[in-house]
């Protein structure tokens, strides 16, 4: 009961409409297990205080980000959404959020990390009527997770938490992962593959002989370039994320620009899909616009495929492709985005509208299967020819 | 070559048809084409005369049908009994063995019976098909004897003939009427069977009482239901919009008014005396002339002046209507009908071509109704059901013009709804447009539809009202399932975080979700909609939880007195007989004494 003597309900003005509970907000200063305590402590209060139980989740849309001119980085804004138990289109939701706290707790409590789609196994079961399970499928715990980590201000990691590995990494850099020492210039042709979480209790550099770091979307391109050597020759690490690089890839070419001190490349398909690759990398993504600053890489160059490149190096018109309308939407969304207003990329995006077609990297390999390693990319930095 | 023959032979051959030799071949006109239909159409025209005899001298009726199997195939004998006024003695043979003999066909008055062919017509059936004559006992009153007659028809000449007559020592009732009549016909229940019948008279007919038993020995009782007779329907003069150029020349020369516009003024309704100066004047007749000498093209030219929409003569005086009413349609709806919820619509009268109706509409939905059924329409023309042609009946069109989806039932393009629904109408008037003799549906008018159409939506909007309110009701339980499931995993997760047990706080949340979903539903009773359902005089909802289980039949010997409101239900009473069958639909205790009465 209320000690104000105000007795049962919520607290009402004098009009009678029911002040808004304030934001449920979580102290920087706290650990993720500290943070997910005062999440249930909150719960607990509020219950106490017959007050609809919440949490506010920030908003992860256009609308709640902004681009720091300063900083070069997509950051959060300060909207928020709330959900609360008794609503029935949030309840399942509130309810969820819960179920995924407490399933962070317990990794936290036994000090194991697992994958979201473990967590999703461990939280899922079917409720007490039968007709219901807490999750259908992880694609309704994922976005979940995602909420808990923005509400709380912690990150997966922090949590215990990773997703499925993705990425490689090859070159002359040597460094520590859980204890053991690697040498990233003696991986064979497969190369040494991303964990999801590189954060520095896992992960620490020993020392490199690199010049540079060059990120390539496709794998395929990525392996020619392994093959051919091009890393020893250039002496530069070469990583690729296989698509949109996970976010273990992500942070950890943020560890090695920051820590190594190494300017990074990246080089994708000419299309609206690898801009956005590139853009991601360099500024932080909508969704995840929490984290930037853990790692977007503001000073990253994109080194192609340009729109401009297939005049430049000669490629034939057989190995575009034509834009579609998805294709042609989507670039047209990006040329409004603040981070793509810059010339360069104005220039860059109207060129491949205006030519109507967009190129895949493998299209070099039309000009000769080591064209790339041997031509493209040395002239290309040799022209410091990037934005 | 055929030889030729002579208008002299020719002529010997022609004869008049006697009506009796035209109806034993032409019966399916009159209702006897089948086994099962003769037996239905004899017991409805016995009844109909009963409640009309009863209702025109001011005694609430009390009906005893008796069906018991006779000797031979298919030979049933049809009983039926009144406490109606009796029978002047010398009538009863012109009565029931003279076919077009009545009171009813020369008045424009609301009656069930219209033509003086039905009981007679019965009658001829039974001859026809077992040789046998009606029997017929009859008393005036207690001054007078009773008498027993039978009546035998003679088919040639359309004459009845009185047998065996003869005066009772002593007759179980002061005043009343026995039919007895022995037809070949066949037996059966359900649909257009003469339970299903009796059921809907039953329902139509709060003010009477109806005893009814099958020829294996089952016996129904419905109690009467509310305690007067409807207000006795007034005779009108036939309005000018409504009459036919043939009736008009008829009534010219019939009439025993000196001149035209005396005639036109004295007997038609709202033709004032100006009025039919004038309309006189336009068809080109002098006023005073004497209307047996007007010609033919003259009368032809009166009648355009009447129906002559420059015209402006006032529709006709309704009070002559006698419908139902809302209460007593409640009451018979809810002595015949389990269900949950009632809704009852009467309109102000209308008049279709120069002849005034009203109609009346009845909805039961819910409790033993079948959901999954399409809705019954339960149709009456002058408070006597309508058992055949419900496809080709403007009353069932009417019904399925209705878009019933707005009421939140399911409806198939161009079909009656689905659901626990019974939609009753009551279509009275002086002159009901039949669409054949044998006066089981309908004629399609606009006019007519129009209105049955606007009752029908008008009672729908209620049960619309009601049958959402009941699905918040059922979503407002669901939302608190919903809640406290969740709590469950809430109080588990935090448990969990905690380490502790958190009791207090699940007891706190559950609380709070029972508020939450009380909240919702109080806010929902006070919906204004709401309580102006509750308030209405025109419904009655009838709590399915607290309705006593009620037997398939109740004995007679069940007395209970006091009125009895719509929506009250009599206590249970065990059923008496076991090998009983249901009737087509649940038949409700017996309620009420009434003026106790041996009809057996």
């Not at chain 1, 506010?56 to 849309?61: A, C, E, G, K, L």
């Not at chain 2, 004897?145 to 009772?168: E, F, H, S």
């Not at chain 2, 139509?204 to 007067?228: C, D, F, I, K, M």
């Not at chain 2, 969740?486 to 935090?494: A, C, F, L, Q």
Request: hydrophobic residues 40%.
């Amino acid at each position: 009961m209320a000690k104000s003597g105000s007795g049962a309900g919520p607290k009402t003005r004098s009009d009678g409409a029911a002040i808004e509970p304030e934001r449920l907000r979580f102290p920087a200063r706290l650990d993720a297990k500290a943070k997910i305590e005062h999440l249930a402590k909150k719960t607990i209060a509020m219950a106490r205080r017959e007050v609809d139980p919440y949490v506010d989740i920030p908003s992860r849309t256009l609308s709640n980000v902004t681009f720091s001119k300063r900083r070069k980085i997509i950051e959060m804004g300060d909207a928020t959404q709330r959900r609360t138990l008794f609503n029935l289109n949030q309840a399942r939701k509130y309810m969820q959020t819960l179920l995924v706290a407490r399933g962070c707790s317990q990794l936290l409590d036994e000090q194991k990390t697992t994958s979201i789609r473990d967590l999703y196994y461990m939280s899922k079961h079917t409720l007490a009527d039968g007709r219901e399970n807490t999750f259908e499928g992880q694609e309704e715990s994922d976005p979940i997770i995602e909420d808990l980590e923005v509400t709380l201000g912690a990150l997966r990691e922090e949590l215990h938490l990773f997703a499925a590995k993705r990425g490689s990494a090859v070159g002359p850099l040597t460094l520590v992962d859980a204890g053991d020492v690697i040498d990233l210039s003696r991986m064979g042709s497969g190369g040494w593959s991303v964990p999801g979480i590189v954060e520095p209790g896992t992960i620490r550099f020993v020392g490199h002989g690199a010049r540079f770091i060059l990120l390539v979307e496709k794998e395929a391109v990525w392996a020619r370039l392994n093959e051919d050597k091009f890393w020893r020759r250039h002496n530069c690490i070469l990583v690729t994320g296989q698509g949109q690089p996970s976010r273990g890839v992500r942070r950890l070419l943020y560890r090695m620009v920051d820590e190594l001190k190494l300017p990074l490349y990246v080089f994708v398909d000419n299309d609206p899909w690898g801009y956005y690759i590139h853009s991601v990398v360099k500024q932080g993504s909508i969704g995840l616009a929490f984290e930037s600053k853990r790692m977007a890489v503001p000073r990253a160059r994109f080194i192609g495929l340009s729109s401009f490149d297939p005049g430049n190096y000669d490629l034939s018109e057989d190995v575009s492709i034509r834009l579609n309308d998805q294709d042609r939407s989507r670039a047209r969304e990006i040329l409004n985005y603040e981070w793509f207003k810059a010339k360069p990329w104005q220039k860059e995006i109207r060129n491949m509208l205006r030519s109507g077609v967009k190129w895949e990297l493998e299209a070099l390999s039309s000009k000769g299967i080591s064209f790339v390693t041997e031509e493209f990319l040395p002239r290309k930095i040799a022209d410091r020819d990037w934005i | 070559m055929a030889k030729r023959v002579t208008a002299e032979t020719l002529s010997r051959r022609q004869r008049e048809i006697s009506v009796s030799e035209f109806f034993a071949k032409n019966r399916h006109l009159l209702g006897f084409d089948s086994l099962r239909k003769a037996l239905l159409t004899t017991v409805k025209e016995a009844v109909d005369n009963s409640l009309d005899a009863c209702e025109e001298a001011g005694i609430l009726p009390e009906i005893r049908v008796e069906l018991e199997a006779a000797e031979g195939d298919n030979r049933y004998l049809v009983r039926v009994t009144d406490n109606g006024p009796g029978i002047v003695e010398a009538q009863a043979p012109r009565i029931f063995g003279q076919l077009l003999y009545g009171s009813k066909f020369h008045s424009l008055k609301q009656s069930r019976g219209q033509q003086g062919i039905g009981i007679s017509a019965a009658a001829m059936y039974g001859q026809l098909t077992t040789g046998k004559p009606v029997s017929v006992v009859s008393r005036t009153g207690p001054g007078s004897p009773a008498y027993a007659m039978q009546v035998v028809i003679d088919t040639n000449t359309n004459r009845p003939k009185a047998v065996g007559k003869k005066k009772l020592a002593e007759w179980r009732l002061d005043h009343g009427t026995r039919v007895e009549l022995e037809l070949e016909a066949q037996y059966v229940k359900g649909r257009q069977s003469v339970e299903e019948f009796l059921h809907q008279v039953a329902v139509a007919n709060p003010h009477a009482t109806l005893h009814y038993r099958s020829p294996h020995g089952e016996e129904t009782h419905y109690a009467r239901g509310v305690q007067s007779n409807p207000a006795p329907p007034r005779e009108i003069k036939p309005h000018p919009h409504g009459v036919e150029l043939g009736v008009l020349m008829k009534m010219l020369q019939s009439t025993e008014h000196a001149t035209i516009s005396r005639c036109l003024s004295r007997d038609f309704s709202r033709v004032s005396p100006q009025m039919a100066v004038g309309l006189a004047r336009r068809a080109g007749i002098d006023p005073k002339a004497r209307p047996g000498t007007v010609v033919r093209k003259a009368v032809d030219k009166l009648y355009q002046a009447l129906n002559d929409a420059a015209t402006r003569i006032r529709p006709p005086s309704t009070d002559c209507l006698s419908p139902i009413g809302v209460q007593e349609l409640l009451a018979g709806l809810t002595r015949g009908i389990r269900a949950e919820f009632y809704g009852v619509e009467t309109r102000r009268p209308a008049v279709y071509r120069g002849n005034p109706f009203q109609v009346e509409v009845g909805l039961a939905w819910g409790g033993d109704l079948r959901a999954d059924d399409l809705a019954r329409v339960l149709r009456f023309a002058n408070r006597v059901p309508l058992q055949y042609l419900a496809g080709s009946c403007c009353i069932t069109k009417a019904v399925m013009d209705v878009s019933w989806r707005n009421y939140g039932l399911t409806q198939s393009r161009g079909a009656l709804p689905t659901g626990p629904l019974i939609v009753l109408v009551h279509l009275a008037s002086v002159w009901v447009p039949f669409s054949s003799e044998s006066k089981v549906a309908v004629a399609d008018y606009d006019e007519i539809r129009k209105e049955i159409k606007l009752a029908v939506q008008t009672c729908g909007r209620r049960l619309g009202r009601y049958v959402k309110r009941k699905a918040r009701a059922r979503s407002e339980a669901r939302r608190r399932e919903v809640f406290n499931l969740y709590i469950e995993e809430i109080v588990h997760s935090v448990e969990g975080i905690t380490g502790r047990e958190q009791k207090l706080f699940r007891d706190r949340l559950l609380a709070m979700s029972r508020r939450k979903t009380e909240l919702a539903g109080m806010l929902e009773e006070q919906n204004a909609s709401a309580d102006e359902l509750e308030a209405s005089d025109n419904v009655v909802v009838v709590d399915p939880n607290a309705a006593p289980p009620v037997p398939d039949r109740a004995p007679a010997a069940v007395a209970q007195s006091g009125d009895v409101k719509p929506g009250e239900t009599a206590p249970a009473e065990p059923a008496e007989a076991a090998e009983s069958v249901r009737p087509p639909l649940p038949v409700e205790a017996e309620r009420d004494p009434g003026p106790q009465m041996e009809l057996l």
